[in-house]
C-alpha cells in the first residue's frame, strides 16, 4: 500500500472486477456459477459480507437477474455475472429492466457457442447478443475491456453509467482476459469515482416514477423510503401504470433513447495508437486489441503508415470515432474472434468511404500478432 492510498496487486481480470465492484459500492450480487465467470461470483461471495453487502448464490440465471432488479428496485447497486448460455437465459428480463428503467450490472465473459459449445475457450461471438438479444426497441449500453486493469475501470464505469442513465449496463469481456493474470495498480478508494442515481426531491405523493426530465432520466426512488409506485414490463404512463394512448407510448419510448443518446460523448470510448497519420486501420477490442497493438507498432517500426482503433464502448456504436478517421483513411481491418459481428458495424457506418477487411478466427483460438501482421502486408 502506497502514501497514496493505492495498491499493487497480481489478478485476474474476473478479480479486477470483484475489485471494480466492491470499489464502485456495489453491494447485492446474485448469481449462478459458470465458466469463465466463476471467479466473479465466488470473489463477491467472500468481499461482499465482509463490506456490509448480500451476495445470493440462485438456483439458475434467470432467477439471478429477477434478485438483482430487485435488490436494485430497493436501492442497491446491482450485478450479476455469466457466460453464453446464462446470458441468453437473461435476456428477458434484460428487456424488463430497459423499459422499467431498472440499473443494475451484467457481465458476460464470452466463451465459444452456441449452446454448450467450448465452455474454456475465448470467443467475441456475444457481441449482437449483447445489443439484440432481448426483443423490442430498446437501448442498451456494452461496455468492453482488454486488459485486467481495464476490467476494474470499465467495472466501475459500467455501474456508473447504470446510476446515472438508469438503465442496465452490460460489460464484456471474454475467457482470455477473464482468466489472464497481468500485475496492476489499483487506485486508492477515495479516488474512484463513485456516481449515485437521482432521488426524488418531491414530496412521495407527488412522485411520478417515469416523469418526463431535461435530461430524459427521471429520479428514481426507492422501495422502503416511503415512495410507492408501479413497475411493469408493460409500456406504462409517467406514474407507472400501463398505457395504450399513442402519445404515452411514443413518448416513453422515445425517451428512454433520448437519454442515452445525449450522453453519447461520455458514452461511446475509444482509444488509439498512431491514428493520426495513419492510412490502415486496425479495429479490435478484448483481447484481440492486444495482438493487434502489438502488430501495428510492429508496422509502425517499420515505417508503415498503420493505426489501431482500439473499442471500449460497443453499443452505443461509437460512430463518431470512426467518423474522425474516415477522411484520411485507404483501408480498414476489422480483427474479432466471431464470423464478423463488428465487421459488419463498420462497414455500415464507413458508407463506402474505404476499403473494409476483417480477419477473424471461430476455432476457440486466439488472433495472434503474426496473423494481423500478415493480413496487413497483404494490403500494404
Known amino acids: 500500500m502506497s502514501a497514496e492510498g493505492s495498491r499493487e496487486a497480481l489478478l485476474q481480470g474476473n478479480e479486477a472486477v470483484v475489485e471494480g465492484a466492491v470499489a464502485v459500492g456495489c453491494s447485492f450480487y446474485a448469481g449462478y456459477p459458470i465458466t469463465p465467470s466463476t471467479e466473479v461470483a465466488e ?59 431498472i440499473p443494475f450490472v451484467l457481465v458476460n465473459v464470452m466463451r465459444y457457442g ?72 489499483l487506485p486508492a478508494p477515495e479516488a474512484v469515482e463513485r456516481l449515485e442515481r437521482i432521488h426524488p426531491s418531491t414530496p412521495p405523493e407527488w412522485y411520478a416514477p417515469y416523469e418526463e426530465t431535461n435530461t430524459g432520466v427521471p429520479p428514481m ?10 413497475v411493469t414490463g408493460l409500456v406504462h404512463d409517467r406514474m407507472g401504470f400501463p398505457t395504450q394512448k399513442k402519445s404515452e407510448i411514443v413518448q416513453g419510448t422515445n425517451r428512454l433513447y ?65 467518423e474522425r478517421i474516415l477522411d484520411g483513411v485507404d483501408d480498414i481491418l476489422v480483427c474479432e474472434l466471431n464470423r464478423g459481428q463488428v465487421y459488419r458495424e463498420v462497414l455500415r457506418v464507413s458508407r463506402g468511404r474505404c476499403e473494409v477487411h476483417k480477419h477473424t478466427r471461430t476455432d476457440g483460438e486466439m488472433i495472434t500478432p503474426a496473423e494481423i501482421v500478415r493480413a496487413l502486408r497483404e494490403r500494404i
Open 43 to 101: 470473489g463477491l461471495a467472500a468481499r461482499l459480507p465482509a463490506t456490509g453487502g448480500t451476495f445470493l448464490q440462485m438456483e439458475d440465471e434467470i432467477a439471478s437477474i429477477a434478485a438483482c432488479l430487485g435488490a436494485s428496485l430497493a436501492g442497491a447497486k446491482a450485478m450479476t455475472a455469466t457466460s453464453g448460455p446464462g446470458f441468453s437465459l437473461m435476456q428477458e428480463l434484460v428487456g424488463y429492466a430497459a423499459i422499467a428503467e
Open 114 to 185: 452456441p449452446s454448450t459449445g467450448l465452455p474454456t475457450s475465448p470467443s467475441q461471438g456475444d457481441v449482437m447478443q449483447a445489443r439484440w438479444g432481448t426483443h423490442g426497441d430498446h437501448p442498451i449500453i456494452v461496455l468492453t475491456a482488454s486488459s485486467v486493469r481495464e476490467a476494474f475501470d470499465m467495472t466501475v464505469k459500467s455501474f456508473n453509467l447504470a446510476e446515472k442513465y438508469r438503465s442496465p449496463v452490460i460489460l464484456l469481456l471474454d475467457e482470455v482476459v477473464g482468466h489472464m493474470r497481468e500485475k496492476v495498480k
Open 221 to 230: 426512488a426507492a422501495f422502503g423510503d416511503g415512495y410507492r409506485f408501479h
Open 258 to 322: 433520448r437519454k442515452i443518446e445525449r450522453g453519447f460523448r461520455e458514452i461511446c470510448m475509444t482509444d488509439g495508437v498512431g491514428l493520426e497519420d495513419a492510412r490502415t486501420v486496425v479495429v479490435a477490442y478484448g483481447s484481440v486489441a492486444r495482438s493487434a497493438q502489438q502488430a501495428v507498432e510492429e508496422m509502425r517500426d517499420q515505417g508503415k503508415p498503420v493505426g489501431l482503433l482500439r473499442l471500449r464502448t460497443l453499443w452505443p456504436f461509437p460512430r463518431a470515432a470512426f
